[in-house]
């Protein structure tokens, strides 16, 4: 039976979703450093080409679940345990029919032996780490996310004390991947053992044929999107690893990708503690205004963010790791560039998924990552760095520039004009940033006020978008949930 109860505030949910990624990309950062400072650049490299190798095809095993369930729990609610046990046979499943088929590419691909059991650890590790995810998933949905925190400090902790001594005790890489499977193993377990206890049943695989197949029907083009999200950031270091000689060179821009995903944390945060509101709000009949006003909202913040990482984060790199990852500093400065156009493009894909335009949200994923990769192995030869960025970037602004199209036009909102003022306050942004008439780290702070000024002048938030950004950080007391 279903009673009206109170949902926490959109803000509690981006606080949690955000603390605990920042506070696990924070663990795995720091731990990486050791890393990079004990085994050196190239097998650093390594370890990091092994784990954007099973990052690049989880999410091809998650099956658009993230989405999925937002969309369907976040919408109807009430008994969701036939959807949450449908949805983990459909995720298993296909995890291990990926496993299987990325263990025999490394087979294939990895003739030495110490290597390739080294890079197996990985794919063992996906099998445990989408396990956990599927989890975080269905808590997301339900807008529980708050022992997310938690297991991300403990696990992840403990994963990198243990490393750490590891290789103070003569362990090598070997033994860090092997720790990464265990604690993901572990994590995976605990996380499955408190959904069972909190939701008897959820974790019953069920195999109703129709039902599995009508799920993976609506699911399908949810995956394909988000699949192809998740190759993007990682391809550029397989690509890399494979194309060109230089291993030294994928650990430096393998490092300068954690420092960038860990940016990242704060607008895909936001886009997934923002999912479930938006679901419910098109059911009402009121999202256009919401959507509107959270991408400018998650705009904003991914500008600010960039610019401030591009002046004081190389001199944080150099400082941290020393002189010998200038080549780091330098490659995440220019990646910088990629943050706002990337973080835009994610955050419409993902709502244009939730609105009846999962096709279209599909294409422009998979046009982007494949424009990535056709570029990155097009201009490989001239420079490997420019090639890996540089394609990076083009693919993100022209996946931005077709997502804020397609939904003027899905929503109907041809007038509007909101998408050319963003474009305007980017482009006066980084202009005044990239000037070169004083260092990066007196710029910046011009270059933030002069973007404060142009919003001031295009009236980029309106009355309305103020309230709604209000209201989303606010209660939300119309819905009903399971008691």
């Keep these: 039976m279903n009673k ?40 650093t490299g390594v370890y990091l080409y092994g784990i954007a190798l099973y990052l690049g095809v989880i999410g091809i095993g998650q099956f658009g679940q993230e989405m999925f369930l937002a969309q369907r729990i976040g919408k109807h609610g009430g008994a969701f345990l036939p959807i949450l046990s449908h949805s983990l046979t459909l995720v298993l499943s296909v995890t291990l029919v990926v496993a299987v088929g990325l263990a025999l590419f490394v087979w294939v691909s990895e003739p030495e032996p110490l290597l390739r059991l080294t890079i197996l650890c990985f794919v063992g590790t996906m099998v445990a780490r989408g396990m956990a995810l599927w989890v975080r998933t269905v808590y997301v949905a339900l807008e529980r ?36 499977f265990l604690f993901w193993i572990i994590e995976a377990g605990f996380a499955l053992r408190k959904l069972a206890r909190e939701h008897p049943g959820a974790l019953g695989l069920a195999y109703h044929r129709g039902y599995l197949k009508k799920i993976a029907a609506v699911s399908l083009l949810f995956l394909i999107g988000a699949a192809a999200m998740a190759q993007f950031p990682q391809i550029a270091i397989i690509l890399l690893r494979k194309l060109q000689p230089d291993g030294a060179f994928v650990g430096h821009f393998g490092i300068a990708m954690q420092f960038m995903t860990t940016l990242m944390v704060i607008p895909l945060s936001a886009s997934q503690a923002f999912l479930p509101h938006l679901s419910r709000a098109f ?18 913040l991914a500008l600010a963010g960039s610019i401030t990482a591009a002046a004081y984060g190389p001199w944080f790199i150099t400082l941290v790791l020393g002189s010998n990852y200038a080549e780091t500093a330098s490659l995440f400065r220019w990646l910088c560039w990629m943050l706002t156009p990337y973080a835009v493009a994610i955050f419409l894909c993902r709502c244009m998924s939730l609105i009846n335009g999962r096709g279209k949200a599909a294409f422009i994923t998979v046009t982007m ?55 305007l306050l980017m482009l006066a942004t980084y202009t005044v940033f990239e000037s070169g008439w004083a260092p990066s780290t007196v710029t910046a702070p011009a270059a933030l006020a002069t973007g404060a000024v142009v919003m001031r002048l295009l009236h980029f938030f309106d009355k309305h978008d103020i309230d709604i950004i209000r209201r989303l950080f606010g209660r939300d007391r119309h819905l009903y949930v399971p008691a």
């Design 4 to 43: 009206h109860r109170e949902k926490e505030t959109l803000f509690h949910n981006l606080t949690a979703l955000a603390s605990g990624q920042f506070a696990g990309r924070g663990i795995r950062f720091l731990y990486m450093l050791t890393i990079a400072r004990m085994l050196g650049p190239e097998q």
């Design 145 to 180: 996310p708050a022992w997310i925190p938690k297991y991300e400090v403990v696990f992840r902790g403990s994963e990198a004390l243990a490393g750490v001594g590891a290789l103070y005790a003569g362990g090598g890489l070997l033994a860090v991947s092997l720790l990464h």
């Design 283 to 300: 059911s009402r009949g009121n999202g256009d205004r919401d959507l509107i006003a959270g991408i400018k909202l998650i705009g904003v």
């Design 369 to 423: 990552t494949i424009s990535h990769a056709i570029l990155l192995v097009a201009y490989m030869e001239q420079s490997p760095a420019i090639a890996a960025i540089g394609s990076m970037v083009l693919s993100a602004v022209g996946g931005m520039v077709i997502a804020m199209h397609q939904v003027n036009r899905q929503l109907g909102l041809s007038r509007n004009s909101w998408w050319l003022k963003f474009i």
